[in-house]
């Protein structure tokens, strides 16, 4: 036993450890030269790409699907009026008729516009488009 009150160390254990910290080493020095390749992607995703690319960082989210919803208009209602409504009930809206329809997307306001018929469907007619500037205005709120 040594001072410690440990075994004592042979050369095998020496051997074992010192190949150990070689391996840790080496592993170490793998992630090390991946670190460049992974900060490079990273750098992709967050706009922080060179100039000199050619490829176009909006094209990651262009098949991603989005709510669109276009709202007629809006109202309250008590619980015993929900509940006496039956089919032919006319429910008012706050919405007047001609006013343009609010367009939202995921539940923010991008546009208004007009309500059109094609082919025996409904559909929109974007008449303003909300800017960038508004929305967050409109967000501050």
């Known amino acids: ?3 410690s009150g440990d075994a004592p160390i042979s050369d095998d254990d020496w051997g074992a ?3 150990e910290q070689e391996k840790a080493e080496a592993a170490a020095a793998e992630k090390a030269a991946a670190a460049p390749a992974t900060s490079a992607i990273f750098k992709e995703f967050s706009g922080k790409s060179s100039s000199t690319e ?3 960082d909006i094209d990651f989210i262009l098949d991603i699907p989005v709510q669109l919803t276009v709202e007629l208009g809006r109202t309250k209602i ?3 009026n929900l ?4 089919q032919g009930s006319v429910v008012e809206l706050d919405g007047l008729a001609g006013e343009p329809m609010d367009v939202l997307v995921n539940g923010c306001l ?3 516009g007009e309500v059109v018929v094609v082919n025996d469907k409904f559909g929109i007619r974007l008449t303003d488009i909300v800017t960038p500037a508004e929305r ?6």
């Open 83 to 86: 509940l006496q409504l039956a």
């Open 78 to 80: 008590a619980i015993k």
């Open 110 to 112: 991008i546009a208004q």
């Open 54 to 56: 050619t490829h176009n």
């Open 1 to 3: 036993m040594d001072e």
């Open 136 to 141: 967050i205005r409109k967000l501050n709120k």
């Open 17 to 19: 450890a010192i190949a």
